[in-house]
């Protein structure tokens, strides 16, 4: 019983390690990545449509199988009292626990936060995902300025453009920083 408990576990670790690489592979950093399976697999996710939209389709099938592996543990925890067991249960708890804090301390940087100075205007925080509309377009050609948006900032791999000129191209993975109209800006698909 141990061993196919082993093999379990192996199988669901792996399909963690998978999920995790394919949302490292769409520019979320690994720590920002972790946070997102928590959500996707012990939360029951984050709400966030853009962040569901970055799950592989094997998430929710691994979302069930990591349940049932938590259940077979403990339930196996319970009825054997086995060093096997309690070693497995000991680990499942301390590695839970780890993955909790890295889900709860890290800044999901590719969420949009919202700084709302009142009901209508506001600071947004956001990155380019690679398949928005916004990738490989300039701040002119999205006309931000005539939604009441101005782009105060754009991070790029760790350097900040202050101030960017109407002609910077946005590239996957920029951050920006913007102000103005909250209404609109909820209604834009970046």
């Not at 389709?57 to 339930?75: F, Q, R």
């Not at 999901?108 to 709302?116: A, G, K, V």
């Not at 509309?133 to 760790?158: C, F, H, P």
Request: hydrophobic share 50%; proline share 5%; charged share 15%.
């Amino acid at each position: 019983m141990v061993a196919k408990l082993i093999i379990i576990i192996l199988l669901n670790i792996a399909g963690l390690a998978w999920l995790i690489l394919s949302l490292f592979k769409l520019q979320h950093d690994p720590v920002e990545a972790l946070a997102v399976t928590w959500r996707a697999i012990i939360a029951g996710g984050s709400g966030n449509p853009k962040e569901t939209a970055d799950l592989p389709n094997g998430a929710a099938i691994l979302k069930k199988t990591w349940w049932l592996m938590v259940g077979a543990i403990l339930w196996g925890w319970l009825t054997q009292p086995d060093i096997a067991y309690s070693c497995l249960g000991a680990l499942l708890i301390i590695g839970h626990l780890g993955w909790y804090l890295i889900a709860q301390t890290s800044v999901p940087l590719n969420q949009d936060r919202i700084i709302e100075l009142n009901s209508q205007w506001g600071v947004a925080y956001v990155a380019v995902r690679p398949n928005s509309g916004w990738t490989a377009k300039t701040l002119s050609e999205l006309d931000l300025r005539k939604k009441n948006l101005l782009v105060l900032a754009i991070e790029r791999q760790r350097q900040t453009i202050p101030f960017p000129k109407g002609l910077e191209v946005l590239l996957p993975g920029d951050r920006l920083v913007i102000f103005g109209d909250l209404n609109y800006y909820r209604g834009l698909g970046n």
